[in-house]
């Protein structure tokens, strides 16, 4: 009865902001005394969380009681849609907290547990997203689970899905009436999840030859995915439909591939993609920065959040694509991106936040959007508002009807041809007016603003602004990069060299470094460093970046499989262990290891870094063979490796 249990399954990767109760409230729960912004959200909920620990398993040990896990992020639209329908809703709660023991996880701070659980998730033949819903033995294996549920039965046409009151109904009887069937489905989604999280690399994987015929490979996989007619990768038998991701990785290894075989067509691909994306309303027109992804092909209607490794990437991608091809528009993008970060995303001491809601008042996407009324009042002058109508293309409503999310033409010669004026005397004329509908919509409630600093997120934005410094000239990008590294490392590395993955601290407390740092963050942080190296050519930044590189061998590394694990040796102990191994919307650890490694052995010429690297290929050779597009970073750090290889 229980496996054949219906999902409502939405991708919700989305943000919102969780707008603080006003007088004292009614509930409060363990979580008043986390750090973590997404916890406390949920601290004055009728439901009795617990976060992740000892006493949450041990009291459902003791009460034979199964756990249940929710497991989102601060700026997730629908983990706040569920708390406010579901873990704020009494009754719900009173289901909740009388037949299962609730732990609530911020994925930001616990990425090892939601890897595990999404797996799970994805081990059940079911799609990934947010918030993630899983029921769980009082060890912690996975039995069942889910993402959005509404609070009740849903019925479209003739079919009735159910709601979050019904399956926990479902969930606790079927534990009652058959705890041994339940055990026993446990038992099968464990150990298909371990063998998931295990199973690095395919059979045959020894035997892949590391090549520039397995590069071209998976160049080929990315090719048969890009869309080109918009830019960006998807699927061509959907006609490319659902969310498009700017996937950056992909796109900075075919940008590398088409400067080394001076490819046009590669280069092409790049300037498509990045050249609508610019244009699109992924693209923060007003303000600067990238939100999340677009909800459809063409790059209009974003997800609203903005996370700030999107940023990061993006920012060191167009960096790049400007040294390669000149294009000033890359250059102005790279800027306006900085200056949004500078500016709301960046604390006084120069730590980098990392996201930003979508929604404000439960509505997403509301501050940045305009309705036509909003405009006029933003640019009174008819003529004025013609114009930038005309620029953004906000003739008639794009987002829900009532709308405008306002996005650019791409062909901009066309539009200059239109109206008549050249490139200067268009600036000249729309910088102003930018400046009137910024001022207008910085006089809007802003979205919440998630003011914890993590250690990988932060590799990666140094790693961006020292690109950019570098390659647009710049030195303040440079020093802002300079700044950064000096506090992550101040504040985020232990006196023996181990990473702590977050910095913050909860309203009112002084800022403090906690939880222990995964795979990703020795990754990022050493990729931030060698870009600080290639930038400044200091040293001290080498050095760093080797002992990072070092600490992350002797704590992650797999003598006896190779590729690092995501969790360090002396980490708690979970139900699995696992290796990151997909590049999707980041480089997965294990592809930014590799690459790093060969960076450090051609910089050094320490030859215990190529075998390291070396090996690390051998072990995901296989995976990058039939998965072409999974681990392009990884083929990223393989046309390094092969080029050294070359040159010596």
Same mark, same amino acid.
């Given at each position: 009865?229980?496996?054949?249990?219906?999902?409502?399954?939405?991708?919700?990767?989305?943000?919102?902001?969780?707008?603080?109760?006003?007088?004292?409230?009614?509930?409060?729960?363990?979580?008043?005394?986390?750090?973590?912004?997404?916890?406390?959200?949920?601290?004055?909920?009728?439901?009795?969380?617990?976060?992740?620990?000892?006493?949450?398993?041990?009291?459902?040990?003791?009460?034979?009681?199964?756990?249940?896990?929710?497991?989102?992020?601060?700026?997730?639209?629908?983990?706040?849609?569920?708390?406010?329908?579901?873990?704020?809703?009494?009754?719900?709660?009173?289901?909740?907290? $009388?037949?299962?023991?609730?732990?609530?996880?911020?994925?930001?701070?616990?990425?090892?547990?939601?890897?595990?659980?999404?797996?799970?998730?994805?081990?059940?033949?079911?799609?990934?997203?947010?918030?993630?819903?899983?029921?769980?033995?009082?060890?912690?294996?996975?039995?069942?689970?889910?993402?959005?549920?509404?609070?009740?039965?849903?019925? $479209?046409?003739?079919?009735?899905?159910?709601?979050?009151?019904?399956?926990?109904?479902?969930?606790?009887?079927?534990?009652?009436?058959?705890?041994?069937?339940?055990?026993?489905?446990?038992?099968?989604?464990?150990?298909?999840?371990?063998?998931?999280?295990?199973?690095?690399?395919?059979?045959?994987?020894?035997?892949?030859?590391?090549?520039?015929?397995?590069?071209?490979?998976?160049?080929?996989?990315?090719?048969?995915?890009?869309?080109?007619?918009?830019?960006?990768?998807?699927?061509?038998?959907?006609?490319?439909?659902?969310?498009?991701?700017?996937?950056?990785?992909?796109?900075?290894?075919?940008?590398?591939?088409?400067?080394?075989?001076?490819?046009?067509?590669?280069?092409?691909?790049?300037?498509?993609?990045?050249?609508?994306?610019?244009?699109?309303?992924?693209?923060?027109?007003?303000?600067?920065?990238?939100?999340?992804?677009?909800?459809?092909?063409?790059?209009?209607?974003?997800?609203?959040?903005?996370?700030?490794?999107?940023?990061?990437?993006?920012?060191?991608?167009?960096?790049?694509?400007?040294?390669?091809?000149?294009?000033?528009?890359?250059?102005?993008?790279?800027?306006?991106?900085?200056?949004?970060?500078?500016?709301?995303?960046?604390?006084?001491?120069?730590?980098?936040?990392?996201?930003?809601?979508? $929604?404000?008042?439960?509505?997403?996407?509301?501050?940045?959007?305009?309705?036509?009324?909003?405009?006029?009042?933003?640019?009174?002058?008819?003529?004025?508002?013609?114009?930038?109508?005309?620029?953004?293309?906000?003739?008639?409503?794009?987002?829900?009807?009532?709308?405008?999310?306002?996005?650019?033409?791409?062909?901009?010669?066309?539009?200059?041809?239109?109206?008549?004026?050249? $490139?200067?005397?268009?600036?000249?004329?729309?910088?102003?007016?930018?400046?009137?509908?910024?001022?207008?919509?910085?006089?809007?409630?802003?979205?919440?603003?998630?003011?914890?600093?993590?250690?990988?997120?932060?590799?990666?934005?140094?790693?961006?602004?020292?690109?950019?410094?570098?390659?647009?000239?710049?030195?303040?990008?440079?020093?802002?990069?300079?700044?950064?590294?000096?506090?992550?490392?101040?504040?985020?590395?232990?006196?023996?060299?181990?990473?702590?993955?977050?910095?913050?601290?909860?309203?009112?407390?002084?800022?403090?470094?906690?939880?222990?740092?995964?795979?990703?963050?020795?990754?990022?942080?050493?990729?931030?460093?060698?870009?600080?190296?290639?930038?400044?050519?200091?040293?001290?930044?080498?050095?760093?970046?080797?002992?990072?590189?070092?600490?992350?061998?002797?704590?992650?590394?797999?003598?006896?499989?190779?590729?690092?694990?995501?969790?360090?040796?002396?980490?708690?102990?979970?139900?699995?262990?696992?290796?990151?191994?997909?590049?999707?919307?980041?480089?997965?650890?294990?592809?930014?290891?590799?690459?790093?490694?060969?960076?450090?052995?051609?910089?050094?010429?320490?030859?215990?870094?190529?075998?390291?690297?070396?090996?690390?290929?051998?072990?995901?050779?296989?995976?990058?063979?039939?998965?072409?597009?999974?681990?392009?970073?990884?083929?990223?750090?393989?046309?390094?490796?092969?080029?050294?290889?070359?040159?010596?």
């Amino acid at each position: 009865m229980l496996r054949a249990l219906p999902v409502l399954m939405l991708i919700a990767v989305c943000a919102a902001a969780g707008e603080p109760a006003k007088g004292k409230p009614k509930h409060t729960n363990r979580l008043a005394k986390e750090t973590s912004p997404y916890l406390l959200m949920h601290s004055h909920n009728p439901t009795d969380w617990y976060p992740w620990g000892p006493e949450a398993f041990e009291k459902a040990r003791k009460e034979k009681k199964l756990v249940f896990l929710s497991i989102g992020y601060s700026s997730c639209y629908w983990c706040h849609v569920m708390e406010r329908e579901s873990f704020n809703n009494e009754a719900v709660a009173k289901l909740l907290n $009388e037949s299962f023991v609730c732990i609530k996880v911020d994925r930001e701070e616990r990425p090892d547990i939601d890897n595990i659980y999404m797996t799970a998730l994805q081990a059940q033949g079911k799609g990934g997203g947010w918030p993630l819903s899983m029921f769980l033995m009082p060890d912690g294996r996975p039995i069942i689970g889910g993402t959005y549920w509404p609070p009740d039965d849903v019925k $479209e046409k003739d079919e009735t899905y159910p709601g979050f009151k019904t399956i926990l109904k479902v969930v606790a009887d079927a534990y009652k009436e058959k705890p041994e069937s339940i055990e026993k489905q446990s038992d099968d989604l464990a150990s298909r999840t371990k063998f998931a999280l295990a199973n690095a690399g395919v059979p045959g994987a020894a035997i892949v030859k590391l090549d520039r015929a397995l590069l071209e490979e998976v160049l080929d996989a990315l090719r048969e995915d890009f869309d080109s007619q918009y830019g960006g990768f998807g699927s061509a038998a959907r006609k490319f439909k659902g969310p498009k991701f700017p996937l950056p990785c992909r796109l900075e290894f075919v940008l590398h591939q088409g400067v080394r075989n001076k490819d046009d067509k590669l280069i092409g691909m790049v300037k498509k993609t990045l050249d609508e994306m610019a244009a699109g309303g992924i693209y923060d027109q007003i303000g600067g920065g990238f939100h999340r992804y677009s909800t459809e092909r063409t790059w209009t209607v974003p997800h609203f959040e903005k996370m700030l490794y999107d940023n990061a990437q993006l920012v060191e991608l167009y960096s790049r694509a400007f040294k390669v091809t000149g294009d000033a528009n890359y250059r102005r993008v790279v800027e306006e991106t900085l200056t949004y970060i500078g500016r709301e995303m960046t604390s006084p001491e120069g730590a980098f936040y990392s996201s930003q809601d979508a $929604e404000t008042h439960h509505e997403e996407g509301r501050f940045y959007v305009w309705t036509p009324e909003e405009l006029a009042a933003a640019i009174p002058d008819n003529l004025d508002r013609i114009f930038i109508q005309g620029y953004y293309r906000a003739k008639e409503p794009n987002f829900e009807f009532k709308y405008h999310i306002l996005r650019r033409h791409t062909a901009i010669d066309a539009f200059l041809k239109e109206i008549g004026m050249t $490139e200067a005397e268009l600036r000249k004329k729309l910088d102003p007016l930018r400046k009137q509908l910024f001022d207008a919509r910085s006089k809007r409630d802003r979205p919440f603003l998630n003011k914890i600093a993590l250690t990988a997120w932060s590799g990666e934005m140094i790693a961006g602004y020292a690109e950019a410094g570098q390659s647009l000239n710049e030195p303040r990008y440079t020093q802002t990069a300079v700044k950064a590294a000096e506090l992550v490392l101040k504040h985020q590395k232990t006196k023996d060299g181990r990473l702590l993955r977050s910095y913050g601290a909860a309203p009112g407390q002084t800022p403090k470094a906690a939880v222990n740092g995964y795979l990703e963050d020795y990754a990022c942080l050493a990729h931030g460093l060698l870009n600080l190296h290639d930038a400044t050519k200091d040293k001290k930044w080498l050095e760093e970046a080797r002992g990072l590189t070092d600490t992350m061998i002797q704590f992650h590394g797999d003598d006896k499989a190779g590729g690092y694990y995501f969790t360090a040796s002396d980490h708690e102990k979970l139900f699995a262990r696992s290796k990151d191994q997909y590049d999707g919307a980041q480089p997965s650890g294990n592809s930014l290891a590799a690459r790093n490694l060969v960076r450090l052995w051609t910089a050094t010429g320490d030859e215990k870094y190529r075998k390291e690297a070396e090996r690390t290929f051998k072990t995901f050779a296989g995976t990058m063979k039939s998965q072409g597009s999974a681990l392009v970073t990884m083929a990223d750090g393989l046309d390094l490796y092969l080029a050294a290889q070359d040159a010596k």
